[in-house]
């Protein structure tokens, strides 16, 4: 795990040159890149190396579309968008605040969502999932109702209504202020007439209703790991992030409620993260089908509703 390095303005200031010096995109990224690498920042919110975080700081402080690279790469900057560029940097670096949250934006499953401080930053596998419409573990034509618990920004409960036009969708979230990011996202895409916000703990906000799929990111980390966690992590929403001691408080709700809220054919989708350890020995009945991802990422089970109702699982 990476450290925190005794950075002040003072000194970060003689480790950054001049923006006249800095010219071009390129230039910039190459030396964004190169500060991060020196300062130890955390890479784990939507990028995993120095280069990327650098040039999505970069295209946003310039003002440039990541779909014209490297065409602009040789352009050169202004001195309000070079200005503006190292201003970025240095938050990076001093307040370890997530590239997201410096935005306001953070793509998954193909799509770009707004996202703020009251959310976590969207960084899922369950992302593949959605953009093959869930299959083959369910006929997609065939879906017509999925309900996302915990759903944050809701870009798992959005990215699932763009690519199932045919489904209503159920944004479920405990916090307020998460629904408000999500309402946000659900304004941004156009889509408040299959996608409805609602304040819901766990299923006590869905009571009576059933679905197709039911698909969650929920709190899953564990008081160990929460308080080992990078700075860049402390930014986030501890409710977005903290499941119990063992991860599995919120994890647990679901695998024993799903059963009551799946259709006779529908699936449960859960990331649990590096709780799947944990899961599993809780559980050691359950026949958790494991799933792996082409872009990496894993610690997410899918149970079918036959699955849980042979099991009657209980705590």
Same mark, same amino acid.
């Given at each position: 795990?990476?450290?925190?390095?005794?950075?002040?303005?003072?000194?970060?200031?003689?480790?950054? @040159?001049?923006?006249?010096?800095?010219?071009?995109?390129?230039?910039?990224?190459?030396?964004?890149?190169?500060?991060?690498?020196?300062?130890?920042?955390?890479?784990?919110?939507?990028?995993?190396?120095?280069?990327?975080?650098?040039?999505?700081?970069?295209?946003?402080?310039?003002?440039?579309?990541?779909?014209?690279? @490297?065409?602009?790469?040789?352009?050169?900057?202004?001195?309000?968008?070079?200005?503006?560029?190292?201003?970025?940097?240095?938050?990076?670096?001093?307040?370890?605040?997530?590239?997201?949250?410096?935005?306001?934006?953070?793509?998954?499953?193909?799509?770009?969502?707004?996202?703020?401080?009251?959310?976590?930053?969207?960084?899922? @596998?369950?992302?593949?999932?959605?953009?093959?419409?869930?299959?083959?573990?369910?006929?997609?034509?065939?879906?017509?109702?999925?309900?996302?618990?915990?759903?944050?920004?809701?870009?798992?409960?959005?990215?699932?209504?763009?690519? !199932?036009?045919?489904?209503?969708?159920?944004?479920?979230?405990?916090?307020?202020?998460?629904?408000?990011?999500?309402?946000?996202?659900?304004?941004?895409?156009?889509?408040?007439?299959?996608?409805?916000?609602?304040?819901?703990?766990?299923?006590?906000?869905?009571?009576?209703?059933?679905?197709?799929?039911?698909?969650?990111?929920?709190?899953?980390?564990?008081?160990?790991?929460?308080?080992? !966690?990078?700075?860049?992590?402390?930014?986030?929403?501890?409710?977005?992030?903290?499941?119990?001691?063992?991860?599995?408080?919120?994890?647990?709700?679901?695998?024993?409620?799903?059963?009551?809220?799946?259709? @006779?054919?529908?699936?449960?989708?859960?990331?649990?993260?590096?709780?799947?350890?944990?899961?599993?020995?809780?559980?050691?009945?359950?026949?958790?089908?494991? !799933?792996?991802?082409?872009?990496?990422?894993?610690?997410?089970?899918?149970?079918?509703?036959?699955?849980?109702?042979? !099991?009657?699982?209980?705590?």
């Amino acid at each position: 795990m990476h450290g925190t390095p005794d950075i002040t303005a003072r000194n970060l200031r003689t480790i950054m @040159p001049s923006a006249p010096k800095l010219r071009t995109v390129e230039e910039l990224i190459r030396h964004g890149a190169s500060l991060f690498s020196t300062a130890n920042v955390w890479f784990g919110h939507g990028t995993d190396n120095a280069v990327d975080e650098a040039a999505e700081l970069v295209f946003f402080g310039a003002g440039l579309q990541h779909e014209d690279a @490297p065409k602009v790469y040789a352009r050169e900057l202004s001195s309000r968008q070079r200005e503006e560029v190292l201003q970025l940097f240095d938050r990076r670096i001093r307040e370890r605040v997530p590239v997201a949250y410096l935005t306001h934006r953070m793509w998954f499953a193909g799509e770009e969502f707004y996202v703020d401080e009251r959310v976590l930053v969207p960084r899922s @596998p369950i992302a593949e999932l959605i953009e093959a419409g869930f299959e083959p573990w369910i006929d997609a034509a065939k879906i017509r109702s999925v309900l996302d618990i915990g759903t944050g920004s809701g870009c798992i409960a959005i990215a699932a209504a763009l690519a !199932l036009p045919q489904a209503s969708v159920d944004a479920a979230d405990i916090s307020e202020d998460a629904l408000a990011v999500t309402r946000i996202n659900i304004e941004k895409h156009q889509v408040a007439a299959r996608v409805r916000a609602l304040r819901s703990d766990v299923f006590d906000g869905v009571a009576g209703r059933r679905y197709d799929v039911i698909v969650s990111n929920p709190p899953y980390v564990g008081g160990d790991e929460l308080a080992g !966690l990078p700075a860049e992590y402390q930014r986030e929403p501890r409710l977005g992030l903290y499941g119990g001691n063992d991860g599995l408080d919120i994890v647990k709700r679901i695998l024993i409620q799903a059963v009551d809220h799946l259709e @006779p054919h529908g699936i449960l989708i859960v990331e649990v993260g590096n709780s799947e350890a944990a899961l599993v020995n809780a559980f050691p009945r359950v026949p958790f089908t494991w !799933l792996e991802f082409e872009r990496g990422g894993g610690g997410i089970f899918l149970l079918t509703a036959a699955e849980l109702k042979r !099991l009657a699982v209980s705590g």
